[in-house]
């Protein structure tokens, strides 16, 4: 059984990812790209499906029968096991070192996928601090997102070398290894389809290990330089970080979101996903298991924004670029999601063989929400681009057209039913949240052309934008209520109306923005003060019903705090949120606060996003300009 979602450490060469837990196992990783099928699929099955447990020997492994996951046991620790005594990165990195303690000693292990050679490879060293340590590594490349065994040969012996090679069909992996003490004689062993290999590390000795992909019809690379690696991955996440404006309070928790923003940016291609796994579960057991391994325009322009307000323009340059291509062609074929590449073909499939994160099914692979039509998606692109503008960004004539085109989306579905921001898989709505949004892409549209001099009908787009105002008072906001509702002529409400003064539909403070928040209060929030998405009870987005609480919506409602005077209100709402990260600073989509647990993709873009504005709002930053 997997460990727990918060147990996992996230690491991230910016062109894939791989999760840690916390007993020195990596359970998830993609290769080569973020949306590759994994390598290592145990995060959503069993250690047969795929992993890579480096420990000392005697370590609890979390997928052993009647284990205990160490620093969270479910079941009583072996007197004297080694134990984590500390986890942390390097500071403003995403090199993980986790230090242990065993009877003989203590050893470090350092964990990073190196960045820049644009390489694919995860680097494990083991270094011994104190004593003599015995280490176990335990490693099954299961292809194909664990359905695939591949053929595994030595590779090297001639030379030396202590390497293992792993083929399956177009993918490959070498194992390098360098000098193993006291047994320099062995190599990885196979058992059972896995290799093993047992060694002991004294204090002051070094054991390095990388793990490599490649395409299979391509040469071996050989094993890199690990010291050098290791500065300059170290050195790359310090410099990307060191212009992070500090904060007067939750500095520490902002600096790692917006590192975390940049894990997640493909370096090469500029596209943003929304997390790097797929299908865990938002209920535990349930079926709302979707696959978060791809760029939502709207999640990116999102991210995007956070980015802007602490002065990463170029982020937003490269992505802009990505949008571009992503988008080029007839506007009419316009999507909510593509590919890290610009893919457009995501098609959704389930994996049958993989039993699921504590048995949550159907594990899922692509999305199905490809092929929605979400009305709000144009509008949080304008608003993010408007915001470059505002920063300085310069529009080509490549840029401004494309957003121009886009509004003429706009307006030709501008009747539309949409399926709204959460993706609803009911029936097509009218969305208030979605109608706003498409307000405030006229309105960006009215704004470039009489604030920037760019080109376009800014009289027709005013009367479409005045025009969609009236509608939303009319039938978006129940007047006997004083509420904005979730869809036209409802009653019901929806987080997603806190986006509404964000946009700068209504001020924070205005009294229908105050009474939503009252009704929100009243329905949505639960037992433990987070605010749900919307009443899933009601069956109005086509499944059963049951989620844990969203966390960007918690936060989004402490932005709304403070920036309608309830300081002390967003302070406790938000130190409470902020406690739910893990040790790392780490959050995924939700969070039981029954059992203090993380739920659904890890790490979550949206929850890191929503933290940042929560934070400024919090520091009385200014906010950019509407």
């Not at 490649?214 to 212009?243: C, I, N």
């Not at 796994?277 to 298991?289: A, C, H, I």
């Not at 470039?448 to 009319?474: F, N, P, S, Y």
Request: aromatic share 8%; proline share 5%.
């Amino acid at each position: 059984m997997a460990s727990p979602i918060e147990d996992y450490a996230l690491l991230s060469d910016q062109r894939t990812a791989a999760l840690v837990s916390i007993t020195g196992s990596i359970d998830w990783m993609c290769l080569p790209r973020f949306d590759s099928p994994s390598a290592f699929s145990a995060l959503l099955g069993t250690a047969d499906h795929g992993r890579w447990l480096l420990a000392p020997a005697g370590a609890v492994d979390h997928f052993a029968p009647d284990g205990a996951s160490v620093g969270r046991p479910r079941g009583a620790v072996p007197y004297g096991a080694p134990v984590v005594v500390e986890r942390s990165y390097v500071e403003s990195t995403f090199v993980l070192r986790t230090l242990w303690r065993a009877a003989g000693g203590e050893v470090l292990v350092t964990d990073l996928m190196p960045v820049g050679d644009r390489r694919a490879s995860l680097v494990r060293r083991v270094e011994g601090l104190a004593g003599s340590v015995p280490m176990h590594m335990d490693l099954r490349i299961r292809f194909g997102y664990g359905a695939v065994l591949p053929w595994v040969r030595r590779y090297g012996e001639d030379r030396g070398l202590r390497s293992i090679v792993a083929v399956a069909g177009p993918d490959a992996v070498v194992l390098h290894g360098d000098r193993l003490p006291r047994v320099s004689d062995r190599i990885p062993q196979p058992a059972n389809h896995r290799h093993l290999v047992d060694f002991t590390v004294d204090a002051g000795t070094v054991v390095d290990f990388e793990l490599c992909w490649f395409p299979s019809h391509r040469e071996v690379p050989e094993m890199l330089d690990v010291g050098a690696a290791l500065h300059h991955t170290t050195t790359y996440w310090q410099k990307w970080a060191r212009d992070i404006p500090r904060q007067e309070s939750y500095d520490a928790i902002v600096r790692r979101s917006l590192l975390v923003l940049c894990a997640l940016t493909d370096e090469a291609t500029g596209g943003i996903v929304a997390a790097p796994t797929t299908s865990l579960p938002e209920e535990f057991g349930g079926e709302r298991n979707w696959d978060y391994r791809f760029c939502w325009l709207r999640d990116a322009a999102l991210t995007l924004e956070a980015m802007m307000t602490h002065g990463y323009e170029m982020e937003a340059q490269r992505w802009r670029n990505w949008l571009l291509r992503a988008v080029a062609g007839d506007p009419e074929d316009l999507q909510v999601m593509y590919g890290v590449s610009g893919e457009r073909e995501l098609p959704e499939r389930e994996l049958p063989h993989l039993p699921g994160y504590l048995g949550s099914l159907p594990v899922r692979i692509g999305n199905g929400a490809v092929g929605q039509y979400q009305g709000d998606v144009v509008g949080e692109v304008l608003v993010a681009l408007e915001k470059l503008r505002n920063m300085g960004g310069i529009e080509d004539n490549f840029s401004w057209p494309l957003q121009a085109a886009m509004l003429g989306y706009v307006e030709r579905h501008l009747d539309r039913k949409d399926h709204g921001i959460w993706e609803m898989r009911g029936d097509k709505q009218h969305f208030t949240h979605s109608r706003v949004m498409m307000w405030a892409a006229f309105d960006r549209g009215v704004r470039a052309v009489r604030d920037h001099g760019l080109d376009g009908d800014a009289a027709r787009w005013a009367l479409l934008r005045d025009r969609l105002r009236a509608e939303i008072l009319k039938h978006g906001f129940n007047r006997q209520e004083n509420t904005f509702t979730q869809t036209y002529a409802g009653t019901e409400v929806d987080a997603s109306l806190l986006v509404l003064p964000q946009v700068g539909f209504v001020a924070y403070d205005d009294p229908m923005m105050l009474g939503t928040v009252a009704r929100l209060e009243r329905d949505l929030l639960d037992g433990n003060g987070l605010l749900l998405r919307y009443r899933t009870q009601d069956g109005i987005d086509g499944l059963p019903p049951g989620e844990h609480p969203f966390l960007a919506c918690s936060f989004w409602l402490a932005e709304q705090y403070a920036r309608s005077g309830r300081i002390g209100d967003a302070r406790e709402l938000m130190d409470r949120l902020v406690g739910y990260a893990n040790g790392l600073g780490l959050m995924a989509e939700e969070y039981d606060a029954h059992t203090g647990r993380m739920a659904g993709n890890f790490p979550q873009a949206f929850s890191h996003l929503a933290l940042i504005r929560a934070a400024d709002a919090i520091n009385g930053h200014a906010q950019a300009a509407l």
